[in-house]
């Protein structure tokens, strides 16, 4: 579905939310967050399924910031429940429309579920995954439909492809900010502040 | 003192008052906690903002953007957390605090604190715990003298649908031999447990993984990469329950090193699906010239390994000479390596580890 525009996107994502917290549509903005709203971990465990089962897409089941802790290790960028300079710089690289005063001074890691939470996050993330789900087969230019898990299959000439999941995707952006912005030597010897 | 102070309230919700030997209840008492459930607020919500909370905690609940259901829930946890330390600490150190002296605060990762205001305090290190949770218009809150998690779920609202992403194929397999409800205890045990250790589930859901389910006593067991906690569960009414107290002593498991030689073999070959390596790794596979590493991915092979066994090891120090003696590593070998500083963290604090 590469041409789903954010407004197409919101709109249909504010019906899923709607639905699944049991509130009213117009209650679900860009900027609300699905806390603010009564989302608790299973409602997003809940919304998450829909999303996938409606986009045809495959979210991550990790926020950025977990995955990219993984690949720097410890305390790089994150410290006893606070952002790093280095984890600020992820952030705003990874979130250019977020307030740069935002990440001013202490940002407690708790307070990134502002970001994380919010309908706008989502619904831009979603549209980003949205244009890895072909509408129409490669080979024949049949329709796609569903398949088996992640896949999807030409109703026309029954080629699969399997989609791309969203923590695959997060994964290499980490990979590449690491070795474009954050470690751009690759190849140097692992430092001792990497691993540890 | 009662946290509700001099105010008229409803006792019919609140197990608090009126103590209700409920099988939560029970667990908390015989394991040192104080548990207190409320199914409702007991007065007005705002008389009873006024009454218990603090003058941080009023400007919060204030300034809350949150839809109401949202800011009451907040407020009715808030009321059963400051209650469950309340008796408590009079229960342990004969400590008489009101409502407002008793604050919780979030600390960085959003775990509550509780945090003393009035006169008088436990003896140092002796700081009260405690753990909240709602669920459709109930809250529940457990203190204790270590850190702690509760979850509860309503058996109403939920259907199974949820089990495919919350659960490996071999948690799924464990439920099926279960009543359905046994989905909604296997969540919860993993939300104390996560709430327990202070970061709740943003290791990510399968990072806690259910190996043992007891129908008979409620008890849950959940591993993490080095340990094993049993977490209580227990359906009372409509909600599902569980609860846990990680307590000095906590087991580590020593892995064997056939264990440690399977992680390893079986994170490369997660690794090399996302690196297109398609070869089979074997134990003698070489990791730079045959699997084709570079700095960053042994970094992340690194981070992952220590993260996995949650124990810094000096790796930095052994690829720095194996740069230096210009060879390479074998699967083994880092196995070996692994295996050996194990033991050697294992050793240092007598076979226990606290993440905290």
Redesign the interface.
């Known amino acids: 579905m590469p041409d789903m525009s954010e407004t197409e996107v919101f709109e249909k994502f504010a019906q899923i939310v709607a639905k699944s917290l049991r509130?009213d549509a117009g209650?679900v903005h860009m900027d609300t967050?699905l806390?603010?709203?009564?989302a608790?971990?299973?409602d997003l465990?809940?919304i998450?399924?829909e999303t996938e089962t409606q986009f045809h897409i495959f979210l991550p089941?990790?926020?950025i910031l977990?995955t990219a802790v993984?690949?720097?290790?410890?305390d790089v960028l994150e410290k006893?429940?606070?952002l790093t300079e280095a984890g600020k710089q992820l952030m705003l690289r990874r979130m250019p429309e977020a307030d740069a005063q935002a990440f001013a001074g202490e940002v407690?890691?708790?307070d990134l579920?502002h970001y994380f939470l919010k309908v706008s996050t989502w619904v831009r993330m979603v549209q980003g995954l949205a244009h890895y789900t072909p509408a129409a087969c490669a080979a024949c230019g049949g329709p796609m439909v569903s398949s088996q898990g992640f896949r999807m299959k030409c109703s026309k000439c029954g080629q699969e492809i399997t989609l791309r999941s969203g923590e695959?995707l997060n994964?290499e952006w980490v990979?590449e900010y690491?070795?474009r912005e954050y470690?751009p030597q690759?190849?140097?010897?692992?430092?001792?502040a990497?691993?540890? | 003192m009662s946290a509700f102070g001099s105010i008229g309230c409803d006792p019919s919700v609140t197990r608090a008052i009126t103590p209700v030997a409920s099988p939560l209840d029970v667990w908390a008492e015989s394991h040192g906690a104080v548990c207190c459930r409320l199914d409702g607020f007991p007065c007005d919500p705002g008389v009873l903002a006024e009454t218990i909370l603090s003058p941080g905690e009023r400007a919060h609940w204030l300034s809350m953007r949150a839809v109401e259901k949202r800011r009451r829930e907040w407020l009715l946890g808030r009321c059963a957390a400051k209650q469950a330390v309340s008796l408590l600490l009079e229960k342990r150190w004969n400590m008489r605090l009101s409502s407002q002296e008793i604050e919780i605060v979030p600390d960085g990762y959003g775990c509550p604190q509780v945090k003393l205001n009035g006169t008088g305090s436990p003896p140092p290190g002796r700081l009260p715990h405690v753990s909240i949770a709602h669920s459709d218009g109930t809250a529940v809150a457990m203190a204790a003298c270590d850190p702690l998690g509760v979850d509860l779920e309503s058996l109403s609202r939920r259907g199974e649908d949820f089990e495919s992403i919350a659960f490996s194929a071999d948690e799924r397999a464990l439920r099926a031999h279960l009543p359905a409800e046994w989905a909604l205890r296997m969540w919860c045990a993993k939300e104390a447990v996560g709430k327990a250790l202070g970061r709740g589930l943003s290791a990510g859901l399968l990072a806690f993984h259910i190996t043992r389910a007891d129908a008979e006593t409620g008890a849950i067991q959940v591993e993490t990469a080095r340990q094993s906690f049993t977490v209580y569960t227990a359906r009372e009414s409509n909600f599902v329950f569980s609860a846990m107290i990680y307590q000095q002593g906590a087991v580590l498991m020593r892995p064997s090193r056939q264990e440690i030689l399977d992680y390893l073999l079986h994170k490369l070959g997660e690794l090399a699906q996302d690196w297109d390596y398609t070869d089979p790794i074997r134990p003698e596979s070489l990791l730079f010239t045959e699997l084709g590493y570079g700095s960053l991915e042994a970094v992340v092979l690194c981070t992952a390994i220590q993260e996995h066994y949650q124990t810094p090891m000096p790796f930095a120090e052994l690829l720095a000479e194996i740069g230096q003696q210009q060879r390479d590593l074998s699967i083994n070998e880092l196995t070996d390596f692994v295996d050996t500083h194990l033991a050697g963290a294992a050793g240092a604090d007598g076979g226990t580890r606290r993440i905290q």
């Open positions: 509130v209650q967050h806390t603010d709203l009564g608790e971990s299973l465990i809940e998450t399924m089941d990790k926020s977990e993984e690949v720097f290790g410890p006893d429940g606070y407690a890691i708790k579920q695959e994964r990979r690491y070795d470690h690759a190849g140097t010897p692992v430092s001792a990497a691993v540890q």
